[in-house]
């Protein structure tokens, strides 16, 4: 790794942030972000930097960085453009090794802002200091209850999932899809202008990061394909990258042009060289945390064959059909196999892959049915499949007889959830990939530091499972072609 990038060691660790800008106005950046800091549970020292005041959210306020009395580890920068160069030079003589510049008005302004933020790189460079941003949100690391960015009073829970995103807004969303998968990010970069580091320098940081399983991007635009590929083959080698990428069309690539100055490439070109480099393609926001998720404590299948287990024939046949159009393999059945399955079967079972259990809600044979496939050697992965109605929410009207039942619903999540948990555990054991959708109301249980991101992940869909389970195999199979290779 670069020596220069173990300076992001400051960002996401600080002992002590110098925030410059800091206000109480609640309309400004000055105060959202310097909030989210002293809200989110930042352990570290904070220094609020306005000359204007004695005091901000109950700290004592300095006038410049040259007067704060203690270590800096961190800059945060919230004023003016012209503002920040003479704070640079305070963090110079201070030697404040990492800043976040979360000030517009640079190159995605034109050329006289372009000309701004080559001085500011000069200047950053000079004082020896990593330069997130400018025109950023912030950065974020919730396992250090460090949430130094934007949004209001988001504090997502401590995962294993990190976050390089161009867009702020995109990043939020980004984890939040996350967190509704039940998981946690690890750390979370806004990275705007890219003016110092780029995109390619924050995935082979995270990649040394031994918090970070995972890595989603997303990017606007290339400045050099041919180093951002190099170095993301490197680090999909140890850890799979999941990338979203903006500017696709003609209307993308003028709003990224003014929204963070990125230049566009070939999308053809791009997507095709960046599958050679393992990196793992998605075409939304919502797919994009799915597939990060499915990442998280679920081996790697072997090879593209699936097993199918479903609750209903309908859904079976679909399945088989998604699973085909992603260029995976429902491969049939041996003999021996079906034989086995057919002993926890009723006579009217039909054999065959997808293995219908003949809408059968009799949950004492589906871990067997999963456990044989799963020895069997026959699939590389498990797709189970559950049907269920959504739970009435309104009142059941019962006034002309019948009886109200839905608190059954309550009861039957509550009971497949648990179940999920010990099919899990099955899969731990015989490390074979077990991917689990179904139509019931299934909230996801957010990551904590009980659960460690051993708890189950349902997915919404048969469509998302699949992607799933393509996207893993193709990953799996990227691993094994370079297995032994030098990174």
């Known amino acids: 790794m670069d020596a220069r990038l173990k300076n992001l060691d400051y960002a996401f660790n600080p002992g002590s ?8 106005s609640l309309n400004k950046w000055g105060f959202l972000i310097l909030n989210n800091i002293l809200t989110g549970g930042y352990e570290g020292r904070v220094y609020p930097v306005n000359p204007g005041r004695e005091t901000v959210l109950g700290l004592p306020a300095y006038p410049s960085i040259r007067d704060i009395p203690g270590d800096i580890h961190l800059a945060i920068f919230s004023v003016p453009p012209q503002q920040v160069f ?3 030079e305070d963090c110079l003589t201070r030697g404040v090794k990492a800043g976040v510049v ?16 080559v001085e500011l790189l000069r200047k950053c460079r000079e004082a020896g200091m990593v330069l997130i941003g400018p025109n950023c949100q912030g950065v974020s690391c919730p396992p250090n209850k460090l949430y130094s960015w934007m949004p209001i009073l988001f504090h997502p829970p401590a995962g294993k999932i990190s976050f390089v995103s161009q867009s702020g807004n995109v990043l939020n969303m980004l984890i939040e899809q996350v967190v509704a998968c039940g998981f946690g990010a690890s750390k979370a970069i806004s990275s705007g202008n890219e003016a110092d580091l780029k995109t390619e320098d924050y995935i082979s940081y995270l990649c040394e990061d031994p918090d970070s399983d995972v890595i989603v991007s997303y990017m606007e635009g290339v400045r050099d394909g041919r180093i951002l ?15 979203l990428k903006g500017g696709r069309t003609r209307s993308g690539i003028s709003a990224a042009k003014s929204h963070t100055g990125a230049m566009a490439v070939s999308e053809r070109l791009f997507e095709a060289a960046a599958r050679q480099a393992g990196i793992i393609m998605v075409g939304s926001i919502e797919e994009a945390g799915i597939i990060a998720s499915s990442f998280i404590n679920r081996p790697l299948p072997q090879g593209r064959r699936v097993g199918i287990i479903t609750g209903g024939g309908g859904l079976g046949v679909l399945a088989a059909d998604f699973c085909t159009e992603e260029g995976l393999e429902v491969p049939s059945l041996s003999p021996s196999t079906l034989s086995e399955l057919a002993h926890l079967m009723p006579d009217w079972w039909v054999p065959g892959n ?24 026959e699939v590389d992965s498990i797709m189970f499949l559950w049907i269920g109605s959504r739970k009435k929410e309104e009142a059941v009207d019962t006034s002309r007889g019948g009886r109200d039942i839905s608190g059954l619903w309550d009861m039957l999540e509550k009971r497949f959830y648990d179940y999920a948990r010990e099919l899990y555990q099955l899969m731990q054991e015989l490390q074979v990939p077990l991917y689990i959708s179904t139509s019931l109301d299934i909230n996801q249980v957010a990551v904590d530091e009980d659960s460690g991101n051993r708890q189950p992940m349902i997915y919404p869909s048969v469509e ?9 195999a193709s990953y799996g199979g990227y691993r094994r072609a370079h297995d032994g290779e030098k990174v």
């Open 102 to 117: 979360v000030t517009a008005g640079f190159k995605e302004v034109g050329e006289d802002g372009a000309e701004l933020e």
């Open 354 to 377: 997808p293995v219908d259990l003949v809408a059968g809600l009799d949950f004492n044979i589906i871990k067997p049915t999963i456990e044989l496939l799963m020895k069997s050697g």
């Open 229 to 243: 590929l190099e170095r993301a083959s490197a680090v999909s080698r140890k850890k799979p990258i999941v990338m």
């Open 86 to 88: 003479g704070a640079l």
């Open 17 to 24: 942030i110098a925030f410059v800008g800091a206000s109480e």
């Open 464 to 472: 998302a499972a699949c992607r799933a389970i393509s996207a893993m």
